[in-house]
């Protein structure tokens, strides 16, 4: 019997005053997605494995608290940690047939909050933010005397933008620095913290942000003004947080300001994604959410849709190995079955660059789409050689985390170029052939370039706008070139790039959040899986979790590799990646190489060293300072009070000399050590810390002769 509607009954899928079906939404969803998206209210984490369609759910969930009247759309605030994150849940929800939603990046949302009550809460025009620290730095440090290269410029800028999402203050860093023993670009934390001060100092005179300032100035904003506060608390009634394993302690700090009291958040994320604690992230603002918020719902994503049953396999088993589970749990494929991952061994890295492109080639003779390719790594210094055998073997690429696409200047240029076709648009062209004439003034061809780099990658980008075109063209037939320029700046407001064609060379940590076909994982060794300076089990493990970030990022095809030598003809000193080991069932033999000497080695490492103590008195050292003379504070000095001195008076020279503080010659701990032990050689000389191989070279000899010619004090 057919059951027919009651009178007057909506029939399913119908709309509601413009709204989708609240029970259309949920369908087609699975289980666990479906329990995320039909509880729209009250505080949930969601533990989402890779490739389980978080995005999904809580687009889902969101829509549907917006059909079923839970709040209205412009009550949500949707947190992403990335501008193309939170274009594509923009899109998703207008797909759904839900507008309005605020779904910004924590700085996009902090930033347009500033700006909007800076009148209120300061006073004036706000100041201007700055897109990058190095001017600033600079001039902070030539107040200083202090002088940096290119490299060591950006270590301290990555260490002020740590300080400021840690919450530090120029008073509080040297402490907390010396506790968790940071160093940088050769500066001890007492160093570092001056030119923490300088540098807000030199920002304060220009009258200019960065964008840690930006939260900074919105949590204070917050915290000082109450009803600045409620305004805020008055017009955001839910919340989302994606990617959640990746808050820092200052985006945590404004999300509990956001919020205030309410409890309706959600947050989503996966602890074995958190792959970013050097910028001060930590996932144990997602892991200790139900403790914190105990009536919180707690639901697992583990159903993957991305990979192949042969990938995720192999992922579970290379997570599964480390001290630490997914707290997710293991994930279970549902995508059909794929080729089984492959591990080669190389002779050196241009060998592995040009098997790689062999490999590519292969895959594009074959019919593969390029832009459906990826060769990801650990390090940014990695891809030259790869970007070589790319271009020697014709290959188009582009490598990901340079110039934003709608920077560039030939789509600036292409936009303006269309924007002045729109007029003489009488739709009787076909929009793909229109658009095409148009960038033909800006440089398209039909045809790509046989060049490559810059010429090949300016010609993509216009290739990428005509492939626009056609999509839109397809989904709305009558589309004409004011669609495409309204989608464009759509699009460009959102950072929601178009896919450009070629093959994408990404380091692992920019690879998060995407996805291909097929992945090269190459550098699977040991000093580069991990990488050397993780010198401890919590970084060690964290490099396991870049690697199953790496191994997540594939569909169907995965390729891992490794080269024993750097240059050809170099002696073979690399070994396969311990992390594989756990696989080699899968991956065969060649994956065991690890069990070798480096893990070994590395067993060692693991083992706490004992504390160290004062040598006169027996107690713990507590301070770096301490532990560098070997002696604590209380306990009195065992060197000679002549060679001190004469160490002093000489750094002071030195300094003035140089222009430049005297701690920047050496810190007064270094001098203490230097005192205590008298080194009588170069050797010995390089045992105490804080002399490194620069120091050594500037000032080991002078250091040397002064220990040699000064008398010692009477008695």
């Given at each position: 019997?057919?059951?027919?509607p009651a009178?007057?009954a909506?029939?399913?899928?119908?709309?509601v005053n413009?709204?989708?079906?609240?029970?259309l939404?949920?369908?087609?969803?699975d289980p666990?997605?479906r329990e995320?998206?039909?509880?729209?209210l009250g505080p949930?984490?969601?533990?989402?494995g890779a490739g389980?369609?978080?995005?999904?759910?809580?687009?889902h969930?969101i829509?549907?608290?917006?059909?079923?009247g839970a709040?209205p759309?412009?009550r949500?605030?949707?947190?992403?940690?990335?501008a193309?994150?939170a274009?594509?849940m923009?899109?998703?929800?207008?797909?759904?047939?839900?507008r309005g939603?605020q779904?910004r990046t924590f700085?996009?949302a902090?930033?347009r909050?500033?700006?909007?009550f800076?009148?209120?809460?300061?006073?004036?025009p706000?100041?201007?933010?700055v897109a990058h620290?190095?001017?600033?730095?600079a001039?902070?440090a030539g107040?200083?005397?202090?002088?940096?290269d290119?490299a060591?410029?950006?270590?301290?800028a990555a260490?002020?933008?740590?300080?400021?999402?840690s919450m530090?203050?120029s008073?509080?860093?040297?402490?907390?620095a010396?506790?968790?023993?940071?160093?940088?670009?050769?500066l001890?934390?007492?160093?570092m913290?001056r030119l923490?001060?300088?540098?807000?100092?030199?920002?304060?005179?220009?009258h200019?942000?960065?964008f840690?300032?930006?939260?900074l100035?919105?949590v204070g904003?917050?915290d000082?003004?109450?009803?600045?506060?409620?305004?805020?608390h008055d017009?955001?009634?839910?919340?989302?947080?994606?990617e959640y394993?990746?808050?820092n302690p200052?985006?945590q700090?404004?999300?509990?300001?956001?919020?205030?009291?309410?409890e309706?958040?959600?947050v989503?994320?996966?602890?074995?994604q958190?792959?970013y604690?050097f910028?001060?992230?930590?996932?144990?603002?997602?892991?200790?959410?139900s403790?914190?918020?105990?009536a919180?719902?707690?639901?697992?994503?583990?159903r993957?849709?991305?990979?192949?049953?042969?990938?995720?396999h192999l992922a579970?088993?290379?997570?599964g190995?480390g001290q630490k589970?997914?707290?997710?749990?293991d994930?279970?494929?549902q995508?059909?079955?794929g080729?089984?991952?492959?591990?080669?061994?190389y002779?050196d890295?241009?060998a592995?660059?040009?098997g790689?492109?062999d490999?590519?080639r292969g895959?594009?003779d074959?019919?593969?789409?390029?832009?459906e390719?990826?060769?990801?790594?650990?390090t940014?210094?990695?891809?030259?050689v790869?970007e070589t055998a790319?271009?020697r073997?014709?290959?188009?690429?582009?490598?990901?985390g340079g110039e934003?696409f709608?920077s560039?200047a030939?789509?600036?240029?292409a936009?303006v170029l269309?924007r002045g076709?729109?007029?003489?648009?009488?739709?009787?062209?076909v929009l793909g052939?229109?658009?095409?004439?148009v960038?033909?003034?800006?440089?398209?061809a039909?045809s790509?370039p046989?060049?490559?780099?810059?010429?090949?990658e300016?010609w993509?980008?216009?290739?990428?706008?005509?492939?626009?075109?056609?999509?839109?063209?397809?989904?709305?037939?009558g589309?004409?070139?004011?669609?495409?320029?309204a989608?464009?700046?759509r699009?460009?407001a959102?950072?929601?790039?178009p896919?450009?064609?070629g093959?994408?060379?990404a380091s692992?940590?920019a690879a998060?959040g995407?996805?291909w076909?097929?992945?090269?994982?190459?550098?699977?060794?040991?000093?580069?899986?991990p990488i050397?300076l993780?010198d401890t089990a919590e970084?060690?493990?964290?490099?396991r979790?870049?690697l199953?970030?790496?191994?997540?990022?594939?569909r169907?095809?995965?390729a891992?590799?490794?080269a024993g030598?750097?240059n050809p003809?170099?002696?073979?000193s690399?070994?396969v990646?311990r992390?594989?080991?756990p696989?080699?069932?899968v991956?065969?033999?060649?994956?065991?190489a690890?069990r070798?000497p480096?893990v070994?080695?590395d067993?060692r490492r693991?083992?706490?060293?004992?504390?160290?103590?004062?040598?006169?008195?027996?107690?713990?050292?507590?301070?770096a300072?301490e532990r560098?003379?070997?002696?604590?504070k209380?306990?009195?000095?065992?060197?000679?009070?002549?060679?001190f001195a004469?160490?002093r008076?000489w750094r002071?020279?030195?300094?003035?000399?140089?222009s430049?503080?005297a701690?920047?010659v050496?810190?007064?701990?270094t001098l203490?050590?230097?005192?205590?032990?008298?080194p009588?050689?170069?050797?010995a000389?390089t045992?105490?810390?804080?002399?490194g191989?620069?120091?050594?070279?500037?000032?080991?000899?002078?250091?040397?002769d002064?220990?040699?010619?000064?008398?010692?004090?009477?008695?």
């Amino acid at each position: 019997m057919v059951r027919r509607p009651a009178p007057g009954a909506r029939p399913r899928g119908a709309a509601v005053n413009g709204a989708p079906d609240p029970d259309l939404l949920l369908d087609g969803l699975d289980p666990e997605q479906r329990e995320v998206a039909a509880a729209p209210l009250g505080p949930m984490v969601v533990l989402a494995g890779a490739g389980t369609g978080k995005t999904r759910a809580i687009t889902h969930r969101i829509a549907y608290g917006v059909a079923r009247g839970a709040y209205p759309p412009n009550r949500v605030l949707a947190v992403t940690f990335t501008a193309r994150a939170a274009g594509e849940m923009r899109t998703r929800l207008r797909s759904l047939g839900v507008r309005g939603v605020q779904a910004r990046t924590f700085h996009a949302a902090a930033l347009r909050q500033l700006q909007f009550f800076w009148p209120q809460a300061v006073g004036g025009p706000p100041p201007t933010v700055v897109a990058h620290k190095a001017p600033a730095v600079a001039e902070a440090a030539g107040r200083l005397r202090l002088r940096f290269d290119r490299a060591a410029m950006r270590d301290v800028a990555a260490e002020i933008e740590w300080a400021k999402v840690s919450m530090l203050t120029s008073q509080t860093y040297a402490a907390r620095a010396r506790a968790l023993g940071r160093g940088v670009a050769d500066l001890d934390p007492t160093a570092m913290a001056r030119l923490l001060e300088a540098y807000h100092e030199v920002c304060a005179e220009r009258h200019v942000i960065d964008f840690e300032d930006v939260l900074l100035l919105t949590v204070g904003m917050l915290d000082e003004h109450p009803q600045i506060a409620a305004t805020i608390h008055d017009q955001y009634r839910h919340f989302v947080v994606d990617e959640y394993q990746d808050v820092n302690p200052l985006q945590q700090q404004l999300l509990e300001l956001w919020r205030g009291q309410r409890e309706d958040v959600c947050v989503v994320g996966d602890p074995a994604q958190s792959i970013y604690s050097f910028t001060g992230a930590s996932a144990d603002h997602l892991l200790d959410f139900s403790r914190l918020h105990p009536a919180a719902r707690r639901v697992r994503l583990i159903r993957n849709y991305r990979s192949s049953p042969q990938i995720v396999h192999l992922a579970n088993l290379v997570l599964g190995a480390g001290q630490k589970r997914d707290a997710a749990g293991d994930l279970v494929a549902q995508a059909g079955e794929g080729a089984a991952p492959l591990l080669t061994a190389y002779a050196d890295d241009e060998a592995e660059g040009a098997g790689v492109a062999d490999s590519i080639r292969g895959l594009l003779d074959g019919g593969q789409d390029a832009s459906e390719i990826a060769v990801l790594y650990r390090t940014n210094g990695q891809s030259e050689v790869l970007e070589t055998a790319l271009a020697r073997a014709g290959i188009p690429y582009l490598v990901r985390g340079g110039e934003r696409f709608f920077s560039r200047a030939e789509v600036r240029n292409a936009i303006v170029l269309l924007r002045g076709a729109v007029r003489s648009d009488d739709g009787t062209t076909v929009l793909g052939d229109t658009v095409r004439h148009v960038l033909a003034g800006a440089g398209w061809a039909p045809s790509p370039p046989d060049g490559s780099g810059a010429v090949r990658e300016r010609w993509e980008s216009l290739q990428a706008l005509a492939l626009l075109a056609d999509g839109l063209a397809a989904q709305s037939p009558g589309a004409r070139v004011a669609d495409l320029v309204a989608e464009l700046d759509r699009r460009a407001a959102e950072q929601h790039a178009p896919p450009v064609q070629g093959i994408t060379l990404a380091s692992l940590h920019a690879a998060k959040g995407l996805e291909w076909d097929a992945v090269f994982l190459v550098g699977c060794s040991e000093g580069l899986l991990p990488i050397t300076l993780a010198d401890t089990a919590e970084r060690v493990e964290e490099e396991r979790r870049l690697l199953y970030v790496g191994l997540t990022r594939a569909r169907r095809q995965l390729a891992l590799s490794w080269a024993g030598a750097r240059n050809p003809g170099g002696r073979a000193s690399r070994s396969v990646s311990r992390f594989l080991a756990p696989a080699a069932g899968v991956l065969g033999s060649g994956a065991q190489a690890a069990r070798g000497p480096s893990v070994r080695r590395d067993r060692r490492r693991r083992t706490p060293a004992p504390p160290r103590t004062c040598r006169t008195c027996g107690v713990i050292l507590a301070t770096a300072a301490e532990r560098k003379i070997g002696r604590c504070k209380d306990c009195p000095a065992t060197y000679d009070e002549a060679v001190f001195a004469a160490l002093r008076e000489w750094r002071r020279g030195v300094a003035a000399e140089s222009s430049v503080p005297a701690f920047v010659v050496f810190t007064d701990a270094t001098l203490i050590a230097i005192a205590e032990h008298e080194p009588a050689d170069r050797a010995a000389l390089t045992t105490i810390s804080g002399v490194g191989e620069r120091k050594l070279e500037l000032y080991g000899d002078a250091v040397l002769d002064i220990l040699a010619s000064t008398p010692r004090s009477a008695g």
